[in-house]
């Protein structure tokens, strides 16, 4: 099978040409992908491919630029143009740099796989024997490493089928009982964005490439998993317990956090007898890893769950805090937002017992509070539309910028929507006014009078602004100035009552409790986390 890189500075470019190649059913597989040639150039030592599919129009390196070096530097890989541009130095210079095929865009399957085909023969006219055996030897390879990536994606199934390619791939060892390790790096998005030019690829080659090497000799088979940012190693039966595991990764460990300041989270499933048990294996070890602390750069190999009364207790964001976000996000109360996310990473900080996965299903929580608001929220973030930004959360830091982005990102979702509202409704300046007057004896005919309006519209379009009807968020005003004045002051109940727009105190605690689910006095006397430094 031949290896290809895709490089074009169009995402959908790649990932179209990419599709492409795959539905074409010739010996071929895209290994990687690149921006533009100075990328491509990184990229080729470690995916080392043997045929290029190129762009022309690119920033940093333009095609002609990259077909220039890579006929002086690796002349032995084969190239392909795909170009929307038909301008004659473009042609001269695939002409020039020996490109096998130059196809205008849009290309068809067609030309593709004609053009396709002539870069495979010249790239096999080209090997030498020691090439063909070292091709060979990397092919079987890459076809060890699919093969077990589809067994662990459930894309085999039949038993059948695994077992006779099993027999084929996985001979040296041979694998009988086996246990699946998946390891994972803290800080490895944040480590592809600021050294790998957000080239997540290039840095998983790079972690794949030393894990090879300081394994090298023990029984095992090392792969990739579907979303290329966890190594996972099948361990044949002389490598069994997480003691020995862990001895045999601790050089790995050491070396990836001296060279890459990365740090080795790993997850080891139970013992399994059968290849098709391999995606319970992987789900098992995924389990285990997610269920390592947060805090922290030791170096663990979880072999075992944790035991339910080791596990952490209590949530970062409850019922009533998300409702609270959701309500403050949709009546536009950033500094609420803002306490709130404030809040919820103190609770983060003071948190010795916080797992990996917990941290992420509470960061999920957050998006989830944003409701219908969380599509605008995300989409002027690129980390925040990136489905995968949370999976990557595996330290403390990491959280907190999470937190930031999101908060940065509500505030000027609440700000832009302000603006386009402003001029159109004056549902904005009603609200206002009562973040202003929540304490005064301020009803829904009085607004109306106030603004022109009639009740019934004004109740209407309130609630449409807001997602509150008018009284709802009047009352919500109330009871969140009454929470912040009993945490925060001493006055008494029946003050805070009156201070919060209440006369009769009574009805004022059964509003309250109602909202919070305890008496004012039970909320006053019950904990709240005090903010403490990190401990590293």
């Known amino acids: 099978m031949f290896k290809v890189m895709v490089v074009d500075d169009e995402p959908w470019g790649r990932k179209s040409v990419g599709k492409m190649i795959d539905e074409l059913q010739l010996d ?25 599919v190129t762009d022309m129009n690119m920033p940093v390196m333009n095609g002609q630029q990259f077909l220039e070096q890579l006929y002086h530097r690796y ?8 170009s929307g541009h038909s301008q004659f130095e473009y042609m001269k210079a695939a002409v020039a740099y020996q490109a096998c095929e130059y196809v205008l865009k849009p290309v068809s399957h067609a030309d593709l796989k004609d053009a396709m085909f002539k870069a495979i023969q010249a790239s096999r006219s080209h090997m030498s024997v020691e090439q063909r055996q070292q091709f060979a030897s990397e092919m079987r390879k890459l076809r060890t490493e699919t ?6 994606g459930r894309r085999i199934v039949g038993n059948a089928d695994i077992v006779s390619q099993a027999a084929e791939l996985l001979t040296s060892p041979p694998i009988g009982r086996y246990r699946l390790a998946v390891c994972m790096f803290r800080r490895f998005r944040e480590l592809s964005e600021t050294k790998f030019n957000g080239n997540a690829d290039l840095l998983m080659f790079s972690i794949e490439n030393m894990m090879n090497e300081l394994t090298s000799g023990a029984p095992l088979y090392v792969f990739k998993s579907d979303d290329r940012q966890r190594l996972c190693l099948l361990l044949s039966e002389p490598v069994m317990d997480g003691g020995t595991v862990r001895e045999l990764l601790l050089p790995f460990h050491e070396t990836t956090s001296r060279m890459l300041q990365l740090y080795a989270v790993v997850g080891l499933s139970d013992p399994r007898e059968r290849l098709d048990q391999l995606p319970e294996a992987f789900e ?11 805090r922290g750069s030791e170096f663990v190999v979880k072999a075992a769950d944790t035991p339910p009364e080791l596990r952490e207790r ?16 949709v009546g536009g109360q950033t500094a609420s937002v803002r306490r709130m996310l404030g809040e919820f990473a103190r609770k983060a900080e003071i948190s010795e017992s916080l797992s990996i996965r917990s941290a992420q299903k509470e960061l999920r929580k957050l998006g989830a509070a944003a409701g219908n608001e969380w599509p605008a929220i995300a989409a002027a973030s690129l980390l925040l539309s990136d489905q ?17 982005e999101l908060s940065a990102a509500i505030e000027a979702h609440i700000h ?5 509202n402003d001029a159109a409704n004056p549902m904005s300046e009603i609200v206002a006014y009562l973040d202003g007057h929540y304490f005064e004896d301020v009803g829904l005919i009085d607004m109306a009078t106030r603004y022109h309006m009639d009740p019934s519209y004004l109740s209407r379009q309130f609630k449409a602004a807001t997602g509150e009807n008018f009284i709802e968020y009047v009352t919500r005003k109330r009871m969140e100035k009454a929470c912040e004045l ?49 401990k590293n």
């Not at 209590?314 to 996000?329: H, N, S, V, Y």
């Open 28 to 52: 071929v597989e895209v290994v990687a992908e690149a921006r533009n040639g100075a990328e491509a150039l990184e990229l080729i030592p470690v995916s080392k491919p043997h045929i290029i």
């Open 75 to 82: 002349n032995h890989i084969k190239v392909v143009v795909i």
């Open 147 to 152: 093969f077990l990536q589809n067994v662990t």
């Open 284 to 294: 098992e070890a995924n389990e285990r890893l997610y269920g390592s602390p947060l």
């Open 314 to 329: 209590g949530e970062m964001l409850g019922g009533f805090d998300a409702k609270l976000l959701q309500q403050a996000i």
């Open 388 to 404: 995968r930004a949370i999976d990557s959360v595996m330290t403390l830091s990491a959280l907190h910028a999470y937190v930031a």
């Open 416 to 420: 832009a929507r302000a603006a386009s």
């Open 486 to 534: 009993l945490r925060e002051s001493d006055h008494k109940v029946s003050d805070i009552a009156e201070l919060v727009g209440y006369e009769n105190q009574r009805y004022f605690s059964q509003v309250f409790k109602k909202f919070t689910g305890q008496t004012p006095s039970e909320f006053r006397e019950s904990p709240m986390p005090e903010f403490q430094p990190a």
